[in-house]
């Protein structure tokens, strides 16, 4: 038994230290890219609080000192960059009332006038009563200005831009559209400023022909067309129903499998990866556990920065830490900056004070 407790003591011992040394190698790589560490990612703005990817949900994201507004970026038929998530606008919108022959169509078939003529705000209240606010009635659809003019908006609050190039293949030239908008607003004036993001290889190869010096980060995800998954399978040909089920038993199919997509990264011009992680208590947007302290171990080794999505509980950030991530996605801002101990307006109050 005592050599058993010992070896036990051994083995903690042996990963509190490479944890730690870990963390130090990835604030060493961060401050090499202007990057915070840890990171605080506020996912869509603070999109537990308020609609994602909506003004008061980045708003508030800033006002509570995110270190980076997250933003998935599409175009309109009339070339313009918005900020949506969705393929489809059906979940996010009232597009099905407003556009009902259209409402299975992409962003990219609609005008950037029918993006704004719709509600974006709405859903969020029926989705979440607990969190309604009358405010949150048709909200619009933001440009990539408009989360920039948020941006700067607080001369003491001044977040940076954690941008993904969403669908890219819909937008040939998107990559290159980004560049000059960042370039005519002043933001590839500081390195870490702005950092990319892309589950796309093709496109994080386009990010890093246009803007060599912006850091760059490749998603990473267990699927048949990304890591190559163990089971073989992607949850819409399993025929399970239970989606957080599904994807918390899902693995690379060995080392080597994730071993070469940090290869991919490295090769297209990223400085990290945005591996996704297993939620305690599962539910949405939880997925295969890509922080595994081996896998972070790696990703440092090969000097590769590590920021983790989407977590939102204390229980969870304290594991990813643990772990070895150097910085986290969350759509709870407020809840990961006092996690850090850092301070953070409560949201109600923060809310109202921006007139929400």
Excluded at 121 to 130: I, R
Excluded at 155 to 162: H, I, K, M, V
Excluded at 201 to 216: D, E, F, Y
Excluded at 251 to 259: G, I, K, N, V
Aim: proline share 6%.
């Amino acid at each position: 038994m005592r050599n058993q407790i010992a070896s036990g003591l051994a083995l903690a011992a042996l990963f509190t230290a490479s944890t730690a040394s870990a963390n130090n190698n990835g604030q060493s790589l961060a401050a090499a890219h202007g990057i915070p560490h840890p990171a605080v990612i506020a996912h869509r703005g603070a999109s537990y609080d308020a609609p994602e990817s909506t003004t008061p949900a980045y708003l508030l994201a800033r006002e509570q000192g995110a270190d980076y507004l997250e933003l998935d970026l599409q175009r309109t038929r009339d070339g313009v960059l918005v900020v949506v998530h969705d393929d489809v606008l059906s979940r996010t919108s009232d597009v099905a009332e407003r556009f009902p022959e259209r409402k299975a169509s992409p962003v990219s078939a609609f005008t950037l006038a029918e993006l704004k003529s719709l509600d974006a705000g709405s859903w969020f209240n029926q989705a979440y009563p607990e969190r309604a606010r009358p405010s949150f009635r048709k909200l619009p659809i933001l440009t990539l200005d408009e989360v920039i003019d948020i941006a700067e908006g607080n001369p003491e609050r001044q977040p940076g831009l954690y941008i993904e190039t969403k669908v890219p293949q819909q937008f040939p030239g998107i990559e290159q559209d980004l560049k000059t908008r960042l370039e005519a607003r002043g933001w590839l004036d500081r390195p870490g400023r702005v950092v990319l993001q892309t589950f796309d290889r093709n496109s994080l190869a386009l990010l890093h022909q246009a803007m060599p010096q912006v850091p760059k980060i490749l998603l990473l995800w267990v699927g048949t067309k990304a890591i190559k998954p163990a089971s073989g399978q992607d949850f819409v040909d399993s025929g399970v129903t239970d989606k957080a089920g599904f994807y918390a038993r899902q693995q690379p199919r060995d080392q080597a499998e994730f071993l070469r997509w940090l290869g991919y990264a490295r090769q297209g011009g990223a400085v990290g990866t945005g591996p996704s992680a297993r939620r305690t208590g599962l539910g949405e947007q939880s997925y295969a556990d890509l922080i595994q302290p081996w896998m972070n171990q790696a990703s440092h080794a090969r000097g590769l920065l590590v920021h983790v999505y989407t977590l939102d509980e204390p229980v969870d950030f304290d594991k990813a830490m643990k772990a070895g991530v150097d910085g986290i996605f969350t759509n709870r801002a407020g809840a990961l900056l006092r996690y850090y101990q850092r301070p953070a307006e409560p949201e109600a109050a923060a809310l109202e004070r921006l007139g929400y």
